[in-house]
């Protein structure tokens, strides 16, 4: 018995790995998440079953628990199972915690690491994460904090690092983390850039500043991009949404 824990990358098709793709095409179920684009479910083979295990606002507390009863009844009824994650399975997917659970019950796993949405996200917009004269690396959090955890986010120290910070999980908190990153002494002019459906048709790239992030609404999924990198766009072409435009939007709503 076997689970591949599968990355179905950012969300456009093309970014899956031949792996991925390999295994969609003779997989006899597919758990997937929510966000998954249907797409990419569609590559998987006729016969599969598809099982929904997306976790929702407002969804039990035990989801996460129930989505290792669906792959552990799952293995024990078919060879091919694809759990199918967005992004990759160990970026804030909560693989590891599946991949315990599977081996804690005798089953074997194998992970097949997808395109995060950390990276591809500002890549699709043009920002580079890391770039000479503006970012020697770049820092990955969520802003989607578990909140029984022992330890949290430092944002003091985040705000000091000098690196690129990438928030994943973060649309719905952008305002507070923006407030958090300016109490820690962040600058008020830093470069904010909000990925939202990175790499789909629907993709919009909002840029503003920190001190400006809260008056804007971003729409979940959406990659925060915080720092000089922000206010690149080292590709260009991709549609784009300015302060100066969301204030002529308004303007005309009024």
Do not use: C, N, Y
């Not at 295990?53 to 507390?61: A, E, F, I, L, S």
């Not at 989607?144 to 430092?154: F, I, Q, V």
């Not at 629907?202 to 720092?227: C, E, F, K, M």
């Amino acid at each position: 018995m076997t689970v591949h824990l599968v990355g179905a990358g950012p969300g456009d098709p093309e970014l899956l790995t031949l792996r991925a793709l390999r295994l969609l095409e003779t997989a006899d179920v597919v758990v997937h998440d929510r966000l998954v684009d249907p797409r990419i479910l569609d590559l998987a083979a006729p016969w599969a079953e598809r099982i929904d295990v997306g976790k929702r606002p407002g969804g039990p507390t035990d989801a996460q628990a129930r989505i290792h009863a669906v792959l552990l009844e799952a293995a024990r009824r078919h060879d091919v199972v694809v759990r199918l994650k967005g992004g990759d399975p160990f970026v804030f997917g909560r693989g590891g915690e599946e991949a315990e659970a599977l081996r804690a019950a005798g089953v074997d796993v194998e992970v097949v690491p997808g395109i995060t949405s950390a990276i591809a996200g500002p890549a699709a917009a043009g920002i580079p994460v890391t770039m000479r004269g503006h970012a020697s690396g770049f820092t990955v959090v969520t802003g989607h904090e578990d909140p029984a955890a022992s330890r949290h986010l430092d944002w003091d120290a985040l705000a000091r690092l000098g690196t690129t910070l990438v928030v994943l999980m973060g649309a719905s908190r952008a305002g507070a983390i923006a407030e958090r990153l300016l109490d820690a002494g962040m600058a008020p002019d830093t470069p904010v850039a909000a990925v939202q459906s990175a790499t789909t048709d629907a993709q919009r790239t909002l840029r503003t500043t920190l001190a400006a992030l809260d008056d804007h609404p971003v729409d979940a999924p959406a990659v925060l991009v915080i720092g000089t990198v922000a206010g690149l766009d080292v590709v260009d072409g991709h549609p784009r949404i300015h302060d100066d435009e969301l204030e002529r939007l308004a303007a005309d709503l009024t």
